[in-house]
């Protein structure tokens, strides 16, 4: 049997709606998330608070946090609250943007303040409503917690599927990925001798917003069942400190893009986007290879590639954990 983990932290969870969210995203999370330096850009309270303004008119935002008997918020977590049909669903806010969901705040991996909020998300479930939550990795303080109190209810993928580190090394991959990697270097470099092959990362706000119009593009050359994201809507908040567009090109015509969101030396790929008539050239992974060595010549540490991300599939994050209904 698991060992419980010690609850001596003082803290009750309060869920919070309406106008308190709209205070606690202003006010109080930029400071939760100053203090959480694992927190990643999903957690940011510009992604947040241009996220809350998305959601259809069927959902609505709600905060969760740990709050100490002073009334100091010490960890929270951001939820939309949605009734489809007669069924009421929780899901993290921005999902199923979101790669990496986690508690925010200088409590965030604390065992007792996760598993209280685990505690208080099986209680919502109990009540009849669906939680979701994509994102949540099955490894991390969040993930343990939820499925230790879950316990039956709970089905979670627990194999690890870590970020790119970088600088990338080729020889690290899988014999036969390896040898397709080679032979898409190769092939690119023979395209790159009779085509012009360019590549361009976003620093500035208007290369940035030029980006989102490529991927915008390349999206409704082939879109989604979910249809195109509006991210100029929720990017330009973020600003070039906070997010970047890659672009790759064949001769000016853009054949893939990619919007990552960054913190600290960290990346994390959120969409990405291929012209369909050149997807039989692998555009997406010649961006990638690209982007990676950029990223890696300008200091980043490592690349989380997200979600859309089908060159390195052992490196995607981990399916939603659920709560069973």
């Known amino acids: 049997m698991a060992e419980l983990p010690d609850l001596s932290v003082p803290h009750t969870v309060r869920t919070h709606l309406g106008a308190d969210v709209l205070t606690i995203l202003t006010r109080h999370w930029p400071a939760l998330y100053t203090q959480d330096l694992e927190a990643t850009p999903f957690q940011s309270p510009a992604w947040l608070t241009a996220a809350a303004r998305l959601l259809p008119t069927t959902a609505t935002p709600l905060v969760l946090t740990a709050t100490t008997a002073s009334g100091r918020i010490i960890a929270a977590l951001a939820l939309t609250r949605d009734r489809e049909h007669t069924r009421v669903q929780f899901r993290p806010l921005s999902a199923p943007h979101l790669s990496h969901l986690r508690l925010t705040g200088p409590h965030a991996d604390d065992d007792a303040v996760a598993h209280g909020f685990a505690l208080h998300m099986l209680l919502l479930h109990h009540t009849g409503a669906e939680i979701t939550l994509p ?3 099955a490894d991390t303080t969040l993930g343990r917690a ?22 990338f090394r080729a020889e690290d991959l899988a014999p036969s990925r390896r040898r397709a990697h080679v032979r898409r270097c190769r092939h690119w470099a023979r395209l790159s001798a009779t085509r012009t092959v360019t590549y361009q990362r976003s620093h500035h706000q208007q290369d940035l917003r030029t980006g989102l119009e490529v991927l915008a593009a390349l999206h409704e050359l082939s879109p989604g069942p979910a249809g195109v994201v509006p991210w100029h809507r929720v990017v330009p908040a973020l600003g ?7 672009v790759l090109r064949v001769d000016g015509t853009p054949v893939a893009a990619q919007l990552c969101l960054t913190r600290s ?3 994390y ?10 997807r039989h050239l692998g555009p997406a992974n010649a961006l990638l290879r690209q982007l990676l ?6 200091g980043f540490h490592s690349l989380d590639p997200g979600r859309a991300s089908h060159p390195a599939r052992s490196a995607a994050p981990h399916p939603p954990i659920r709560l069973a209904a």
């Open 269 to 278: 790929s959120t969409d990405q986007a291929a012209h369909p008539a050149y």
């Open 293 to 298: 060595d950029d990223l890696a010549h300008q």
């Open 265 to 267: 030396r960290h990346a």
């Open 146 to 167: 939820v499925q230790t109190v879950g316990q039956g209810s709970l089905s979670a993928d627990t194999s690890l599927r870590p970020s790119l580190v970088l600088p």
């Open 135 to 137: 994102g949540l990795r």
């Open 240 to 246: 070039t400190a906070g997010a970047f567009t890659a």
